[in-house]
C-alpha cells in the first residue's frame, strides 16, 4: 500500500511538473513553415514607452521573429504567436501596413520607403525612419518571414497579420476589399490586340499648381537611374523626379506593370485611331506657353507646335496613338471629299449635316418651293488646324457659317428667277453656284469641288408646283406628238422614197440603158467640143504665130527701111547741099533764087517738050471761059505756057518792086 501511494505520488509530481513546464511555455517549437512572433510579458526593462515594437528589451512584441525548430525561455516570461509564412503568389501583388514607425507627413498618403524597403528586419525598418502606415514599396512573387506583429501584408486570398483587436480584422478587410476593387492584387496587363492605353492618375506626392490640369512627365529617362520610375513602378524615384499627383500626362502601353494601386490607379481608355482620309487637330490642355505659327495673315486664333499649350500647327496623320484624352482633345478632320446635304431625311457619312434641311426659296413669280441640294466639300489636311481654330469642329462650320451662306446664296438666285425658269435652268445655275461660291468657300480654307442641286418641292399642303408641273408635262407631251407627226412624215416620205426606189428597180434595165446612152451622147457631145475647143484654139495659136512672124517681118522692114531711109536720107542731104551750093552759086549768077529757079523749070520744061514732042502752041485751041480777067491775069481756062509766061512776069516785078522800095526807104 506505502508502495502504492508513493508511487501515486511520483506520478502526481511528475504530471504537475509536466503541466508547470507547459505552462511556462519554456520550449517552444516552431514548424519550418511558420514563423513565431515572440511577444515579451514582462521585462526589468520595464513596457515600451512609445510605439508598438519593443527595441530595447521592453516588455511587448520583440522585432525579431522565430523561424523552425524548438526554442527555449524564461518560465512565465514570453508569448508565442505562431503565424504562416507570407506567400505571394506568381504574377500578384502583395500590399504592406506597418503598425509602428515615424508618423506621415502632412502631404503624404502612403509611408515612404525612400530610407528604407526592408520589411525583414523590423529593428533596422524602425531605427532608419521606416514610417507607420500603408507603404510605397509593395510585395513581389515570393514567401517571407515577416513579423506580422508589425506588418500586416495583405494578399488576394489572405489577410496576414497578428490581430491585435476585434476592430482590426474589419479595418483590414476594408483596405483588401478596396485595393480589389481597383484590381491592385494583378499586374496591369495591356494587350497589343486591345488597342488600349492606361491612363495613370496618382494619389500620392505634391499636389499640382494651380496652373496644370494634368501632371507632366517626370523620370521618362532611363539613362537617370535615380529618377527613372520604369512607369510608375517605382513610386520613390517617381517622386524624387518631381512627380505629383493627381491624373498623369505619361501614359501605359502594352505591356505589364507592377504598380501600387494605393499609391496610383490606372484607368482603361481607347487609342486614338485616326483612319485613313481623315486627320487629327490636337488641342491640347498642357504644356509650354509658345509662340503663334499661323502667320501675319491668320487673325482668328494661334496655332502652336506640337508638346505646347493650344491648338497644334500640325495635325496627326492616319495612325495609332497613345494619347492622353484627359491631357486634350483629338478633332477628326475629313481630309477626302465629303457631301453636305440640305436634305431633312437624309444625312452623310460624317453627320456634319445632320441639322440641315431643305432650303426655302421664293420665286419671282411668288411661289415658295424648297430646294434640296448637296454640297461637295474638301478641307486640305494642312489647313485643318486653321479650320479648327477658326471654328472650333467642322459641325459648327456647317451649322454656323456654311448653312446661312448658302442658303442665302440661293434665296438670292430664287427671287431674279421664274419657277419655270428655276426648273429648266438647273444646270445653268448649278455651275454659276459652283464657281461664284468656291472663292467664297477660299476664305474658309475649304476647297469648295461642286455643287449639286435637287428638284424643288413643295411645301406641305401646297400643290401649286405640281400643277406648274403638270402644264409642263402637258406642253412636252405636246411637242413630243409634233415631233412624232414629223417623224411619221419623214417615214411616209421615205416610204414613197422606198415605192419609187422599188418601182426603179424593177425597171432598172430600162432606165439603166437610157441612161448609159444619154451618158454616151453627153460623153460625145463633150468630145466634140473638146475636139472643137482644141482646133479653135490650135487656129487661135496658128492666128498668134502668123501675127508674131508678120509683125516681126514687118518690124525687120520697118528697120530695114529706117536704116535705108536714113543712109538714102544722109546720101540726099549731101547731094542736096552739094547741089544747093551750086544752085545756090548758079543763082547768083543768074540774079537771084528766083531767077535761078524760073530758069531751071524753064529748062526742064523744054527738056519735056523735046522729048515729049508735044506742040508748044495746041493747033486746036478750046476756050470755055473768059480769056482774061482785070488787070490783064490769066483766066481758069489759059494754057500752060500762059501760065509759065505769067509766073515768070510776076516774079520779075515783084523783084523790082522790092529794089524801089529799098531805094526808097530813108537810111537810119
Known amino acids: 500500500m506505502q508502495n502504492v501511494i508513493t508511487l501515486g505520488g511520483t506520478a502526481g509530481l511528475g504530471l504537475f511538473v509536466f503541466v508547470l513546464f507547459l505552462v511556462s511555455r519554456m520550449v517552444r517549437y516552431v514548424g519550418n513553415n511558420r514563423v513565431a512572433v515572440v511577444e515579451k510579458l514582462w521585462s526589468r526593462a520595464g513596457s515600451v514607452s512609445a510605439g508598438l515594437i519593443a527595441l530595447e528589451g521592453e516588455a511587448g512584441y520583440q522585432p525579431d521573429v522565430l ?23 506568381q504574377g500578384q501583388i502583395g500590399y504592406i501596413f506597418a503598425r509602428d514607425g515615424a508618423p506621415l507627413g502632412p502631404t503624404q498618403t502612403l509611408a515612404s ?40 501584408v495583405l494578399t488576394r ?34 494587350r497589343d490586340a486591345s488597342d488600349q492605353i492606361g491612363i495613370v492618375t496618382v494619389h500620392d506626392g505634391p499636389a499640382l499648381t494651380a496652373d496644370h490640369i494634368i501632371a507632366p512627365e517626370v523620370g521618362t529617362d532611363q539613362k537617370q537611374s535615380a529618377s527613372f520610375h520604369n512607369s510608375f513602378q517605382d513610386p520613390e524615384k517617381f517622386i524624387a523626379a518631381g512627380g505629383r499627383r493627381g491624373r498623369q500626362l505619361q501614359v501605359l502601353v502594352e505591356g505589364s506593370y507592377f504598380i501600387n494601386r494605393l499609391f496610383a490607379t490606372v484607368e482603361m481608355v481607347s487609342k486614338t485611331i485616326i483612319e485613313v482620309g481623315h486627320v487629327g487637330v490636337v488641342i491640347s490642355y498642357t504644356g509650354a506657353d509658345t509662340g503663334d505659327t499661323s502667320g501675319e495673315d491668320y487673325r482668328h486664333g494661334e496655332l502652336v507646335a506640337r508638346g505646347s499649350r493650344g491648338v497644334w500647327s500640325e495635325p496627326l496623320l492616319p495612325g495609332k496613338y497613345a494619347f492622353n484624352t484627359y491631357a486634350g482633345k483629338i478633332l477628326i478632320v475629313p481630309t477626302t471629299n465629303f457631301i453636305l446635304k440640305w436634305q431633312s431625311d437624309i444625312t452623310g457619312q460624317h453627320k456634319f449635316d445632320e441639322n440641315l434641311s431643305e432650303v426655302s426659296l421664293i420665286t419671282r413669280d411668288a411661289f415658295e418651293p424648297n430646294l434640296p441640294l448637296s454640297v461637295v466639300v474638301h478641307i486640305d489636311y494642312r489647313k485643318a488646324p486653321l479650320v479648327v481654330q477658326r471654328f472650333g469642329d467642322i459641325k459648327k462650320l456647317v ?24 426648273l429648266q435652268e438647273r444646270s445653268d445655275i448649278q455651275l454659276q453656284a459652283s464657281e461664284e461660291m468656291r472663292a467664297k468657300f477660299l476664305g474658309y480654307n475649304l476647297e469648295l469641288q461642286e455643287v449639286l442641286i435637287g428638284t424643288p418641292r413643295a411645301t406641305g399642303g401646297n400643290d401649286q408646283i405640281e400643277k406648274v408641273l403638270q402644264q409642263l408635262r402637258e406642253r412636252q407631251v405636246a411637242e413630243e406628238r409634233v415631233t412624232t407627226y414629223e417623224k411619221q412624215r419623214i417615214a411616209a416620205e421615205s416610204e414613197k422614197a422606198l415605192r419609187e426606189a422599188q418601182a426603179r428597180a424593177d425597171q432598172q434595165t430600162s432606165i439603166t440603158q437610157s441612161e448609159l446612152s444619154i451618158i454616151v451622147r453627153e460623153n460625145e457631145g463633150k468630145a466634140s467640143l473638146k475636139m472643137a475647143t482644141q482646133q479653135a484654139e490650135q487656129t487661135r495659136m496658128q492666128a498668134r504665130a502668123e501675127s508674131d512672124r508678120v509683125r516681126m517681118i514687118g518690124e525687120g522692114e520697118a528697120a ?13 542731104t549731101k547731094t542736096g547741099l552739094a547741089t544747093a551750093e551750086t544752085i545756090a552759086r548758079q543763082a547768083e549768077a543768074s540774079g537771084g533764087a528766083r531767077y535761078q529757079l524760073t530758069r531751071q523749070v524753064v529748062e526742064r520744061l523744054a527738056e519735056a517738050l523735046e522729048k515729049s514732042g508735044v506742040d508748044i502752041v495746041p493747033r486746036i485751041q478750046i476756050q470755055t471761059g473768059a480769056s482774061g480777067g482785070e488787070g490783064g491775069a490769066l483766066g481758069a481756062g489759059a494754057n500752060p505756057m500762059a501760065a509759065l509766061i505769067g509766073m515768070l512776069l510776076s516774079e520779075k516785078a515783084e523783084a523790082m518792086l522790092e529794089k524801089r522800095e529799098e531805094a526808097q526807104a530813108p537810111t537810119a
Open 157 to 190: 486570398e489572405q489577410i496576414h497579420g497578428l490581430m491585435l483587436n476585434y476592430s482590426d480584422g474589419e479595418l483590414f478587410n476594408q483596405m483588401q476589399n478596396l485595393i480589389a476593387g481597383r484590381n491592385g492584387f494583378e499586374a496591369v496587363v495591356i
Open 399 to 422: 451649322e454656323q457659317t456654311l448653312d446661312p451662306m448658302v442658303s442665302a446664296y440661293f434665296k438670292n438666285i430664287a427671287q431674279k428667277k421664274t419657277l419655270i425658269e428655276l
Open 560 to 572: 530695114k527701111m529706117i536704116a535705108l531711109a536714113a543712109a538714102d536720107a544722109e546720101r540726099i
Open 113 to 152: 520607403n525612400a530610407a528604407t524597403a526592408d520589411f525583414l528586419d523590423v529593428r533596422a525598418f524602425l531605427t532608419h525612419g521606416g514610417q507607420k502606415g500603408p507603404q510605397r514599396t509593395i510585395l513581389r512573387e515570393g514567401t517571407y518571414a515577416i513579423n506580422t506583429a508589425q506588418f500586416v
Open 67 to 89: 523561424r523552425g525548430g524548438f526554442h527555449f525561455f524564461f518560465p512565465f516570461q514570453y508569448r508565442i504567436h505562431s503565424q504562416s509564412l507570407v506567400t505571394i503568389p
